[in-house]
Nanobody, 124 residues
Framework: QVQLVESGGGLVEAGGSLTLSCAASGLTFTSYTMGWFRQAPGKEREFVAAVNWSGGAKYYTDSLRGRFTISRDNAKNTVYLQMNSLKPDDAAVYYC?????????????????WGRGTQVTVSS
């Protein structure tokens, strides 16, 4: 079965950086668009970024463009999220997910498989 395992979260000071990883197994990795979402307490899960199967097309929520970078390593079945200049508002549980669709997939309904998430905490 498909398994997605996120890692790399933790506590960071405002202005700092973190790189999240999501290791995938049980699937043909290159068949999927990979996405990152986040969910803060009391809020809905929101789109962060997505990358197509080859890594050649990347999509971001507008407010995070320039600070966050998504990438993937198909040889390692892993997708990454580099987060710079972190702000307290970035604190959330970050999830990776897979989709058979292509394009700028900002809704959770397009994603079939989800990891359990990794917590990111940003101190002010």
């Amino acid at each position: 079965q498909v398994q997605l395992v996120e890692s790399g979260g933790g506590l960071v000071e405002a202005g700092g950086s973190l790189t999240l990883s999501c290791a995938a197994s049980g699937l043909t990795f290159t068949s999927y668009t990979m996405g990152w979402f986040r969910q803060a307490p009391g809020k809905e899960r929101e789109f962060v970024a997505a990358v197509n199967w080859s890594g050649g097309a990347k999509y971001y929520t507008d407010s995070l463009r320039g600070r966050f970078t998504i990438s993937r390593d198909n040889a390692k079945n892993t997708v990454y999220l580099q987060m710079n200049s972190l702000k307290p508002d970035d604190a959330a549980v970050y999830y990776c997910a897979t989709s058979y669709r292509t394009g700028r997939l900002t809704s959770t309904v397009y994603y079939a498989n989800w990891g359990r998430g990794t917590q990111v905490t940003v101190s002010s």
